[in-house]
């Protein structure tokens, strides 16, 4: 193997949703974890079910499922806890998929402009083109968001 | 020998919160932020209703002393299924009556972990953040969350024309024909 060829290589983690497989930058991924209770409360945000408390750590559950294969999961057999960034803010959210993950090492095929938003790029593995998915883009957060930028550090409470 | 100093360790301070139910759904108050928790039976005969009210979820005002409260239905607020308010609550700083079924428990919390920027809508306002007590997550509420400056301007407008009326009633009953 050349060594340009070995420089373009990079880790990746597929997941499952349903019958088809994504990808995302194994660099992203926090852990794998069984599933567990989703803590659900009132809000307006439609793409997250909840939070997970994982660890003493409270992590939003966004179901990625339904705008990327349209439906949503039947069936859940892990989270898989992603880091997502907002400039030098990190955040983990927890997205549920419905099969075995696998870590692979592929080329990256960059996106194009007629690409979905949520689409970071291509690579090609077991005969598929999968697509790596660009959280920032799949996941709500303040791009979405009103002017509000009210603490998102865990904090000691004020008594 | 000298022994060893005794580390510092710096105990995370605590804060009383009020766990109380809105439509049967769990949430937690600072109970610093908590004026008077009253019966819904005792506003009987102080509230007064908010005729033409273009906030769904505030249809009556209490008067206490010289503040007005705007009695909102926490579960029109928050989007709950609708259920019997036994208890209401008068929070501080904000003209709020807040309508809860009932108080689960005061207890204390000693971490608020702000609310994930992935929750991105009108639940910034309403949250201060999450906190977690045995081994479950309570959403803490921001006491100035449930009336914004637009539905405080609406209402205070909707009150004052109110007013006026009244008056306009009662001179045009006194005058002398």
């Known amino acids: 193997m050349s060594i340009v060829t070995e420089i373009a290589l990079e880790s990746f983690v597929l997941l499952r949703l349903g019958e088809r497989r994504f990808a995302l930058k194994a660099n992203q991924i926090a852990e794998l974890v069984a599933p567990s209770r989703v803590f659900r409360f009132p809000h307006h945000t439609a793409a997250l079910e909840g939070v997970l408390l994982r660890r003493g750590r409270i992590v939003p559950v966004c179901d990625v499922s339904e705008r990327l294969v349209g439906k949503k999961l039947t069936m859940r057999r892990f989270y898989l806890i992603a880091n997502r960034f907002w400039g030098s803010h990190r955040e983990s959210v927890a997205l549920p998929v419905s099969g075995d993950c696998e870590l692979i090492t592929a080329e990256m095929t960059p996106r194009s402009e007629s690409d979905s938003p949520h689409v970071a790029g291509w690579l090609s593995h077991g005969g598929d083109v999968i697509e790596i998915l660009n959280l920032e883009a799949l996941t709500p957060g303040p791009h979405a968001a009103r002017s509000n930028t009210a603490g998102f550090q865990p904090v000691e409470v004020r008594a | ?177």
């Not at chain 2, 005729?51 to 009556?60: C, G, I, L, M, Y």
């Not at chain 2, 479950?136 to 100035?144: C, G, K, N, T």
């Not at chain 2, 301007?153 to 002398?176: F, I, M, N, R, Y």
Request: charge should be negative.
């Open chain 2, 1 to 177: 020998m000298q022994p060893a100093p005794a580390s510092k360790v710096r105990a995370p301070r605590a804060e009383q919160i009020i766990l109380f139910r809105v439509g049967g759904q769990l949430f937690a108050i600072s109970s610093a932020s908590v004026q008077e928790v009253r019966s819904v039976d005792s506003l009987t005969g102080m509230s007064q209703e908010v005729p033409r009210s273009t906030v769904r979820k505030v249809r009556h005002t209490v008067r206490r002393g010289d503040s007005t409260h705007y009695v909102v239905n926490g579960t029109v607020h928050f989007g709950l299924p609708a259920a019997a308010a036994s208890l209401v609550f008068f929070l501080r700083h904000t003209p709020t009556a807040l309508l809860i079924d009932g108080i689960e428990k005061m207890t204390s919390m000693t971490q608020l972990q702000g609310l994930p920027q992935a929750f991105c809508h009108e639940e910034r306002d309403w949250y201060r953040g999450l906190t977690a007590l045995d081994q479950s997550v309570v959403p803490v509420v921001r006491p100035e969350g449930f009336l914004s400056v637009e539905e405080l301007t609406l209402l205070d407008t909707a009150v004052q024309e109110e007013a006026g009326k009244s008056q306009d009633g009662a001179a045009e009953a006194g005058a002398p024909e």
